[in-house]
């Protein structure tokens, strides 16, 4: 059974920073993508970041280019999306998901795991 548990969200400030983490466990998540999206309340999920196991290439939202970096521990099956200069608009709550293939996309249908969530606010 594939496991995503997210931690990390928070309160935070305009300007801020956090960072989310993503520990994975029940596969050997080498031949994964793996995702960070975002949903805020009345709105739909929306892609952030991901990045391909193998290999480390990353992707970003033009929203948060520049800003977020998402990366991977691959010891310790961990996924991480530091997120700097922070924006109220960043309000949401974060999910963690997996994709079976070494192929990255950003439509969440498409992902087959996903976390509990965990809630970021930006107060302006």
């Known amino acids: 059974q594939v496991q995503l548990v997210e931690s990390g969200g928070g309160l935070v400030q305009a300007g801020g920073s956090l960072r989310l983490s993503c520990a994975a466990s029940g596969r050997t998540f080498s031949s994964y993508a793996m995702g960070w999206f975002r949903q805020a309340p009345g709105k739909e999920r929306e892609f952030v970041a991901a990045i391909r196991w193998r290999g480390g290439n990353t992707y970003y939202a033009d929203s948060v280019k520049g800003r977020f970096t998402i990366s991977r521990d691959n010891a310790k099956d961990t996924v991480y999306l530091q997120m700097n200069s922070l924006k109220s608009e960043d309000t949401a709550a974060y999910y963690c998901?997996?994709?079976?293939?070494?192929?990255?996309?950003?439509?969440?249908?498409?992902?087959?795991?996903w976390g509990q969530g965990t809630q970021v606010t930006v107060s302006s």
């Open positions: 998901a997996a994709r079976r293939g070494v192929i990255v996309t950003t439509r969440p249908y498409e992902y087959d795991y």
